[in-house]
């Protein structure tokens, strides 16, 4: 359908393109004509995400889900010296553009009342950062997928700084501090990589499809490069214990941030595990495995101990999403199907629970002005509606099964246990204490007697929180029984990509045997 | 049918729980949401008996499949029903007791005010039962497991405004939730060995496995061992097996009609169907089988004597059913799992019974459940008071030994101690089982008529207002305890022939059925023949003295006569001591003398539930506050964010000026600075090397 259209670059850049468009009208035209475009401004965003959302739904529904390989593949020249503009999707990365193209639209939309002031460059902002996102799941370009993953942080960054809360300062400071300490170090890694490549080929490149499938790196230096690109994975993740910065950012975003924040950007760490830690340093991801299985099992545990004890509603689901992600990692790194798949499905799954949930916190936040769970109470009474679909959320966040929730946890842990049952026994005990957080936090708002005065008048849901909260609940159940919708379309990539690794690591161990 | 069967109460549910709550508009009114559920869940009823005839007589066994699920390389798990004679008894059970219930809601639930809310939550905790029940793979069930535990929150946290019922909500769930967590292992470990998660699959595979050795956690386990027992910690948390069972009792938190179905009759019983569905599993683990011999025998035990001191009716009953699963569990740990599924279908009838006629009793009292201010009350509801006598008969065994008249439970329990005795020779697990299952017996039968008389018997002990205005119920409460009146004398003597493997091949296959004849069969014979035949038997060694007690040496049907004998007497014994502690006795007297003397030390130990809660409280439950607080404040506050952000902010001097900066606007500077110079650096550094 898209054959010879360039319709990756184009639903990457044409957010851009749109939010810099805007940019530049506000700042050349009057100041009365400045606020009439910045009401303006929501519709034009909701318009571009929405046809990119649209194109990529086309896109999926066109991609041929029996190929392993990259589709839709661009290469045009860019900077040169085997730099290049490579762009291309295959079934891993494929669902996460359409899961970025799906909650743009719904925080748009949410945002279009919750937002007061500097709405036009707020709409920017969340043009530009859907554009980086998608561009870091289409690169096929080691250094333009740098530049995406590290810009990304740019709009995120000032989406906390200016529109967030209190404290917004420290925790888009921290946010920064953490992000940074990770990028130079990859950064560093790949520049090697770079001149690697020209030693093994003659001439260098960074060319993924290449580095995937040929690059040939000795044992002792893959240890060091995956554990440089650990170090940004392993923040943006987060995981334990490189995580403090999650749950400061989630609490100062605006609910939209948080969304996006939760939904997405958590998504760029185990993304890049996948596309570059496996295939390319696959004896050190073995190796070094180990590191990860511990780190997820005490981010699960922990994070979950933690959770339970927050007043803070944010900061409550902000620390499951650690705890969740805790899962992500053990699937990926057991290296089997069931647990890359199981990984993936999380990832995506957690973006649809976890920016509803966030979603239904900001319901209540803009109505009361405060996250504070003490707060709250007795909620079912006034806002019904609400109760359902807070319940239906915190059930999928329990991992309930006929929710997406339950296919991710259990499929990774099927393949953890396949590793070691240890880690299985670990990670299950996220599955206790997944339960007592989630229903603590239910107790507390929407169950007792309402005991706060000022909740006697409160509303409950407004049509446009039901257009935002729907499809989310729809997606929800929808996945939880019907999986193959996401596990067919990754199937074949993530097939490949045990291969090549099985093929890779047992090449070593056949060498080592004299 | 099975269509029909598994999705008209999830449909019941939908539209009651989607158009008649306020959830937007309020499309139907209350009187529609509860004709249709319970009309749905009759039709579903109606159609389960009727599968339990063609495959229990007619052995039509089908496998139906209704949508792809899980297909991830070698995990496969599609929805899909498999009927055989398992499913289809629990079927009925499920869908007759459900329906009944939903009926009698109309009764009990008169004056809520979100009756849709309610009715859908039953539907759905139906549909979710049905589906863990017709379920052909550990997936499904395990789908159908927590499903169950989802609507049983929803229900024992009915009354959202009550402190106790949300907090006795969320320890249901959580405990459950424990057990979940071993299920969950169990079902990974069994995909491990097998490679399917397909009952079919994975039975037909047993052989071939069940020496397999794996490693777990440090040690070195036979798999199948590790399999049987990492299911069976599933089965205790849904079946409030000992150390998982505090949930049970605070579950009573819920409306009645709740506590029937799903507290009695059919989730409870979810543990005792799952050991039954994988019953090759436990043939070839005979350590854990032995293990849930025990378990089940002591949990008899423990909440029976439990049960015998407790004053809220519904918490006598909740023990009670405790402890009648445990006598499940221990038919099923011996092996005997035709006898432990008869006495999950016969339970079922008995114990909703009960507690339906619980119900009764405090709706008529408005809402009054302790039974120190019950009493005499059995002239103003004579039909509760009957149906009760019914159910207390049903429950402590009634009959006559070596023939077919009796009650249900007198059917199905003594086909248990039965089972037990037969074991013993091999196991002692089964020998204690046996023992404990007669003790057990006693102590129920005394707590049993030990409700009955405090509530009904004597004189009333509450204000008079309420007694003025208690009434019996109306027909839509009374018609399901008179049907079940009937399943509670009757389900035992015609399903006892079949059940057991006497009469037609009930089972197919579905069951083993343990080897043995058994008593009660058809043919009555008198005493006096009995007497006479000689102990000839082989299969027991028992000596076989003669004289004035022969004939409780004597053989009948492969039992000596006294092991027929014993629970009968027991059960006698137990409404003795009843009868002149609470009948001959004052209760008024009884109860001051507690009061004032605080009831000793025994008393209060078992008032107090063996102290298991306060324990829990104490060990888990602040551990797990404790370790939440100290990773928080000091893991995440002082350790990570003291000596990494925070640390480097210190030491790098005049950070903080740089911070207020971003503070007064030039964000946007800064970030494009940073943008630009990642780029410039970049682009030099590549040009550099690679040029």
């Known amino acids: 359908m898209f054959e010879g259209y360039p319709i990756l670059s184009f639903i990457t850049f044409a957010p851009l393109v749109v939010g810099v468009l805007l940019m530049v009208i506000s700042k050349i035209s009057k100041p009365e004509a400045q606020e009439q475009l910045a009401k303006n401004s929501v519709l034009v965003a909701l318009l571009v995400s929405g046809v990119v959302f649209f194109l990529s739904i086309i896109l999926v529904l066109d991609f041929d889900t029996t190929q392993a390989g990259f589709q839709f593949v661009e290469d045009t020249p860019w900077l040169g010296g085997g730099i290049e503009y490579r762009m291309g999707v295959d079934g891993i990365s494929i669902l996460f553009i359409l899961l970025t193209a799906f909650l743009t639209p719904l925080c748009i939309f949410a945002s279009q009342t919750s937002i007061k002031d500097r709405v036009l460059e707020y709409m920017v902002a969340f043009l530009i950062l859907e554009s980086l996102v998608i561009g870091v799941f289409c690169a096929l370009d080691l250094v333009l997928f740098y530049l995406f993953f590290e810009a990304v942080l740019i709009p995120m960054f000032i989406i906390i700084g200016v529109w967030g809360g209190k404290n917004r300062v420290y925790a888009s400071y921290k946010f920064f501090l953490y992000t940074l300490f990770g990028s130079v170090l990859m950064l560093a890694a790949i520049i090697y990589i770079y001149n690697f490549s020209a030693q093994q080929f003659g001439a260098p490149t960074t060319d993924m499809r290449v580095l995937i499938n040929d690059l040939d790196i000795p044992g002792g230096v893959q240890t060091w490069l995956w554990l440089a690109f650990f170090a940004s994975f392993a923040v943006k993740m987060p995981m334990w214990p490189v995580h403090t910065w999650l749950p400061d950012a989630h609490v100062e975003a605006p609910t939209a941030g948080s969304v996006i924040l939760a939904g997405i950007l958590l998504k760029l760490g185990g993304y890049g595990f996948l596309r570059f830690s496996l295939p390319l340093f696959p004896n050190a991801s073995l190796q070094l495995a180990p590191i990860i299985y511990w780190l997820s099992v005490i981010a699960i545990i922990y994070t979950s101990l933690v959770a339970y004890r927050q007043k803070d509603m944010k900061k409550l689901i902000a620390y499951s999403s650690v705890a969740h992600m805790g899962f992500v990692t053990l699937g990926i790194f057991a290296f089997n199907l069931q647990g890359i798949q199981g990984g993936i499905f999380q990832m995506l799954s957690h973006g649809v629970v976890s920016g509803a949930l966030f979603f239904l916190v900001g319901v209540v936040y803009d109505r009361m002005h405060t996250r504070e769970i003490a707060f709250y109470g007795g909620l079912v009474s006034k806002m019904p509606v609400y109760a359902a679909f807070f319940l239906l959320f915190t059930m999928a966040n329990v991992g309930l099964p006929g929710t997406s929730g339950f296919v991710g946890e259990i499929l990774s842990m099927v393949g953890a246990y396949q590793v070691s049952p240890w880690i299985a026994f670990g990670a299950a005990f996220g599955m206790i204490l997944s339960a007592v957080y989630a229903l603590y936090l239910y107790r507390e708002i929407i169950f007792g007697e309402s005991v706060n005065e000022k909740l006697e008048d409160i509303a409950d849901m407004t049509k446009r929180e039901w257009i935002i909260l729907t499809p989310l609940a729809v997606l929800t159940i929808l996945l939880g029984v019907y999986p193959s919708l996401i596990t067919d379309i990754t199937g074949a990539s993530v097939e490949n990509l045990i291969a090549n690794f099985n093929a890779a690591t047992s090449q070593v161990a056949l060498a080592e045997v004299p | 049918m099975y269509h029909l069967i598994v999705f008209l109460p999830l449909l019941g549910a939908a539209l009651a729980g989607l158009m008649g709550t306020r959830l937007g508009k309020q499309f139907l009114p209350e009187k529609p949401s509860m004709i249709i559920t319970t009309g749905l869940l009759f039709v579903a009823a109606i159609l389960s008996w009727v599968s339990l005839i063609q495959v229990g007589l007619g052995h039509k066994e089908l496998e139906v499949t209704v949508l792809r699920w899980m297909d991830v390389g070698g995990l496969q798990a599609n929805w899909a029903f498999k009927i055989d004679t398992l499913t289809a008894v629990m079927l009925v059970v499920v869908n007759s007791v459900s329906s009944l219930v939903h009926l009698y809601s109309w009764g009990y639930m008169e004056d809520d005010e979100y009756k ?22 550990f997936i499904q069930l395990f789908f159908g497991w927590e499903g169950v535990g989802l609507a049983s929150y929803l229900l024992i946290g009915y009354y959202y405004k009550k402190p106790s019922a949300n907090a006795a909500a969320i320890k249901a769930f959580v405990t459950n939730r424990v057990g979940d967590v071993g299920l969950a292992l169990g079902v990974m470990t069994i995909f491990l060995v097998f490679g399917s998660v397909e009952f079919d699959t994975v039975f037909a595979a047993i052989g071939d496995n069940s020496a397999r050795i794996l490693p777990f956690l440090g040690m070195e386990i036979n798999a199948m061992e590790l399999i049987a027992m990492l299911l069976f910690i599933g089965a205790m948390g849904k079946s409030a097996q000992f150390i998982l069972h505090v949930w049970l009792p605070d579950a009573m938190e819920g409306p009645t009609p709740v506590s029937a179905l799903i507290h009695a009759a059919t989730m409870v019983t979810a543990g005792v169907f799952l050991v039954c569905r994988a019953h090759p599993i436990y043939d070839a683990a005979p350590i854990t089988a032995g293990f849930i011999t025990a378990i089940g025998a002591f949990t008899a035990f423990f909440a029976a004597t439990v049960a015998l001191v407790q004053n809220d009716i519904k918490r006598v009953i909740a023990y009670s059913t405790c402890s009648q699963l445990g006598y499940m569990f221990f038919a099923a740990g011996v092996g005997a799992y035709n006898a432990a599924m008869f006495h999950l279908f016969t339970h079922a009838f008995f114990k909703a019974l009960l507690f339906l006629c619980a119900g009764s009793v405090i709706h008529a009292l408005h809402h009054e459940q302790d039974m120190r201010r019950m009493g005499g009350i059995r002239k103003k509801v004579p039909w509760t008071y009957i149906a009760m006598i019914i159910g207390t008969l049903a429950i402590t065994g009634i009959g006559i030994p070596g023939t077919s008249i009796g009650f249900a439970g007198f059917f199905s329990k003594d086909a248990i101690i039965e089972a037990a005795y037969t074991g013993s020779g091999e196991s002692n697990a089964a020998a204690f089982a046996f023992w404990v299952g007669l003790i057990a017996a006693l102590m129920t039968s005394f707590y049993s008529w030990r409700l009955i008389f405090m509530t009904f018997h004597g004189k009333f002990r509450g204000d008079h207002h309420t007694l003025d205005h208690a009434h019996e119920s109306p027909w839509v409460m009374r018609l399901p305890l008179v049907l079940l009146s009937i399943g509670a004398v009757f389900a035992g003597a015609v399903f006892y022939s079949r059940f057991m493997g006497n009469a037609g091949d009930f089972w197919h296959g579905a069951l083993p059925v343990s080897a043995g004849e058994h008593h009660a069969a058809i043919a009555p014979e008198t005493l006096h023949a009995m007497a006479q035949v000689p102990a000839a038997d082989a299969h027991h060694s028992e000596p076989t003295p003669g004289g004035l007690f022969g004939w409780l040496y004597a053989n009948v049907h492969g039992y000596p006569f006294w092991v027929l004998l014993l629970p009968l007497v027991m059960s006698i014994t137990g409404f003795v001591i009843a009868w002149f502690m609470y009948m001959r006795g004052s209760v008024e007297e009884k109860i001051n003398h507690i009061q004032e003397t605080g009831g000793g030390v025994l008393y209060n130990f078992l008032l107090n539930k063996w102290y298991i809660d306060e324990l829990y409280n104490v060990t888990v439950v602040k551990l797990v506050k404790f370790l939440g607080d100290k990773f928080w404040k000091v893991g995440d506050e002082k350790i990570i964010d003291g000596y990494g952000p925070n640390g480097v902010a210190k030491f790098a001097s005049g950070a903080a000026k740089r911070l207020s900066k971003i503070q007064t606007g030039y964000l946007y500077h800064y970030a494009f600075i940073m943008l630009l110079g990642v780029a410039v650096l970049i682009v030099v550094a590549f040009r550099g090397v690679g040029g």
């Open chain 2, 116 to 137: 849709p809310r309610f009715f859908a939550y039953l539907s759905l905790f139906t549909f979710a039962m049905l589906m863990l029940v017709t379920s052909d793979n």
